[in-house]
């Protein structure tokens, strides 16, 4: 017997469920907490398991996250080591993302919150509006989700950087590595996008101090933030902060340190914030499990699995 689990407390695992037995028809589908005898369970596939989850399955072969980051799944103290964790690497995904990153560039590129606040006082502000050209989108992370949103965003004719931990060379791209060349990647950004992952190098890395070194030759005089990464990789009072003194622009934030954000917070009221609820790029059920049901059928035919989470790294 050989069965699957989905541990998903915070989706509806049984939709899940259903998309994978619709793929792969023959496979014993379960739903924590329903997971049958727990010998038989040999993969899961997993978003916000809780702690101590996954020790419970003896004959476990490999760990499917349903979502591209895997910093939930290995923050768990007592994960089972040497269980190879795959995770999402998929162009639905990736394409999400993108138009995620984009929308969130053009509407301050464009100023789209001034326009509607001018509209809902009727006043007709034909305001100075400079070419893409003459901004610079810097992207923290150049892996799967950063490279494909630099293409698109010099498809659109923004200037681009990026930075990432090993070099790069990316068409089109100016890149920087490492701690050593983080504040000559800053001083060229006019608009910051994180998709870094969380790890204990990322965490807090949106502060005050990087702030100040963003730049403000922009056509907007004061940087824009926006992070589509992880909440941990900000700091919310350095961002208010930043955005009460003017030193920054405007902020788009997609994950918080704690999810949800807590009604009490006050970047919700924040004239100068867009939030948007961990739904930059979501996963699509069928696209993911037949992903998922794809790498089954290789592994068990002997072949490799792919898009494996590097443990050592954290991502
Ligand atoms: P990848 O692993 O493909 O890319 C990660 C990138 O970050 C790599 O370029 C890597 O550098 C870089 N990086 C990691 N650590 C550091 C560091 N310390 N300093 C500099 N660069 C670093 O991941 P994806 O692109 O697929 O996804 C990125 C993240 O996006 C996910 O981990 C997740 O947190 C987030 N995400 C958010 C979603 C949302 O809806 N908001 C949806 C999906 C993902 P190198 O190339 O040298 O390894
Ligand atoms: C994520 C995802 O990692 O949604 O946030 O894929």
């Not at 069965?3 to 379960?30: I, Q």
């Not at 050209?133 to 950087?161: N, P």
């Not at 502060?207 to 900000?234: D, F, M, T």
């Amino acid at each position: 017997m050989s069965a699957f689990l989905f541990v998903t407390p915070s989706w509806d695992g049984h939709s899940w469920a259903k998309a994978l037995r619709h793929v792969a028809p023959h496979m014993d589908v379960r739903v924590w907490p329903d997971c049958g005898r727990e010998e038989d369970v040999h993969y899961v596939a997993a978003w916000l398991p809780p702690a101590n989850a996954l020790k419970r399955f003896p004959n476990l072969k490999a760990i499917f996250s349903l979502g591209a980051g895997v910093d939930a799944i290995l923050s768990d103290p007592t994960l089972p080591s040497g269980i190879p964790i795959v995770r999402v690497n998929d162009a639905d995904l990736t394409g999400r993302m993108s138009e995620y990153i984009v929308l969130h560039v053009l509407m301050h590129h464009r100023q789209m919150r001034r326009l509607a606040d001018n509209q809902s006082k009727r006043v007709w502000e034909n305001f100075d509006q400079r070419p893409a050209s003459a901004m610079t989108v810097g992207i923290m992370g150049l892996g799967v989700l950063g490279t494909d949103a630099a293409r698109k965003l010099l498809m659109m004719g923004f200037k681009v950087v990026g930075w990432s931990r090993s070099a790069k060379a990316l068409h089109g791209v100016r890149c920087f590595d490492g701690a050593s060349q983080l504040d000559a990647f800053l001083n060229e950004t006019d608009i910051l996008i994180s998709l870094l992952p969380a790890t204990p190098e990322t965490d807090g890395i949106i502060n005050r101090e990087l702030i100040s070194k963003l730049s403000c030759r922009g056509p907007l005089g004061a940087p824009v933030i926006i992070n589509a990464g992880r909440g941990r990789q900000h700091v919310e009072a350095d961002i208010l902060h930043s955005l009460d003194t003017g030193r920054l622009h405007a902020a788009s934030l997609d994950v918080f340190a704690s999810e949800p954000l807590s009604t009490a917070s006050p970047l919700w009221a924040h004239p100068k914030v867009v939030i948007t609820p961990h739904n930059a790029a979501d996963s699509d059920p069928a696209v993911i499990c037949s992903y998922v049901a794809g790498q089954i059928a290789r592994f068990e035919r002997g072949e490799e699995l792919v898009n494996l989470v590097d443990l050592k790294r954290g991502y």
